[in-house]
T-cell receptor
Framework: GENVEQHPSTLSVQEGDSAVIKCTYS??????FPWYKQELGKRPQLIID?????GEKKDQRIAVTLNKTAKHFSLHITETQPEDSAVYFC?????????????FGKGTLLTVNP | SQTIHQWPATLVQPVGSPLSLECTVE??????LYWYRQAAGRGLQLLFY??????ISSEVPQNLSASRPQDRQFILSSKKLLLSDSSFYLC??????????????FGEGSRLTVL
């Protein structure tokens, strides 16, 4: 089955700096890569996703890049703000077969210091 | 609009007691339903998923079971809880027909402590 590795497990940055979280996946057939944000005490929510036919996607201060050859994808947050502090999860899934499930990484606790 | 309700929010149970966590979705039909477990430092682990009434797929063999007695109801159960079942459990749903893509909408979670 799919295995998703996420690094780092914790990340601390100063407000205004950039933050990068990296994930690798094992299944070369995976073609959908979402990122979820979980604020303290709240439910995970989708913040951005990318499909394998695209190398990069941006949404304001958030961007995701995908390298299919190397089987890794990354989340980039620019101009970080204290409200960006949360746990971020990457995930991967493939089409076909048991195509209803996402495999998540173990999460990255991002702390943005004011 | 669609909403997901999960209860109870917190639960403290003795070892060996039964468990029932319930999840319902409103405002949609035939959703794909999921139970995840979130342990500290271990991410979101998929336990069960369902694409229709009575259809349950298990991802991790363990002390838990799931059932879908109605289209928008998903139940996580155990006959005898173990200490290792202590965790945070999340129900989620996805629009049908989105294949492997599409957003997962999570419930607010249930914190289970087994003593």
């Amino acid at each position: 089955g799919e295995n998703v590795e996420q690094h780092p497990s914790t990340l601390s940055v100063q407000e205004g700096d950039s933050a990068v979280i990296k994930c690798t996946y094992s299944d070369s057939a995976s073609n959908y890569f979402p990122w979820y944000k979980q604020e303290l005490g709240k439910r995970p929510q989708l913040i951005i996703d990318i499909r394998s036919n695209v190398g990069e996607k941006k949404d304001q201060r958030i961007a995701v890049t995908l390298n299919k050859t190397a089987k890794h994808f990354s989340l980039h947050i620019t101009e970080t703000q204290p409200e960006d502090s949360a746990v971020y999860f990457c995930a991967a899934s493939r089409s076909g077969g048991s195509n209803y499930k996402l495999t998540f990484g173990k999460g990255t606790l991002l702390t943005v210091n004011p | 609009s669609q909403t997901i309700h999960q209860w109870p929010a917190t639960l403290v149970q003795p070892v060996g007691s039964p468990l029932s966590l319930e999840c319902t979705v409103e405002g949609t039909s035939n959703p794909n339903l999921y139970w995840y477990r979130q342990a500290a430092g271990r991410g979101l682990q998929l336990l069960f998923y369902s694409v229709g009434i009575g259809q349950i797929s298990s991802e991790v063999p363990q002390n838990l079971s799931a059932s879908r007695p109605q289209d928008r109801q998903f139940i996580l159960s155990s006959k005898k809880l173990l200490l290792s079942d202590s965790s945070f459990y999340l129900c989620a749903w996805k629009h049908p027909g989105t294949a492997n893509t599409g957003e997962l909408f999570f419930g607010e979670g249930s914190r289970l402590t087994v003593l």
